[in-house]
């Protein structure tokens, strides 16, 4: 079972931007995981922002999220990362990262994002 860790949660100022990392415990992303970063504000659901296929580094966007997120990978750190523009208060929430291996999904623990004015 694959077990992704993120990294770089914090406090950012409204407007500043803020990059989150995603590794996997004890081991590496192979072949066609596909990864995801989701986000779940307080009192809401959580909402896919954009996911990235591992070996070719294809990526997709939710409608919305388009802009302001850019999900990338480090294939050789064996690293995926979600870098965030133009921070809101709307942006405050816990994000989350998503492995799926074959029929298998697994979630980190969630990095929180707090914006502060």
């Known amino acids: 079972q694959v077990q992704p860790v993120e990294s770089g949660g914090g406090l950012v100022q409204a407007g500043g931007s803020l990059t989150l990392s995603c590794s996997v415990s004890?081991?590496?992303?192979?072949?066609?995981?596909?990864v995801a970063w989701y986000r779940q504000a307080p009192g809401k659901e959580r909402e896919v922002i954009a996911t990235i296929t591992w070996d070719d580094g294809s990526r997709n966007y939710t409608g919305s999220m388009r802009g302001r997120f850019t999900i990338y990978r480090n294939y050789h750190g064996s690293r995926t990362f979600l870098h965030i523009n133009g921070m809101r208060f709307g942006s405050a929430a816990i994000y989350y990262c998503?492995?799926?291996?074959?029929?298998?999904?697994?979630w980190g623990q969630g990095a929180r994002v707090t914006v502060s004015s």
């Open positions: 004890g081991g590496t992303f192979v072949g066609d995981d596909m």
């Open positions: 998503s492995v799926r291996r074959g029929s298998v999904v697994c």
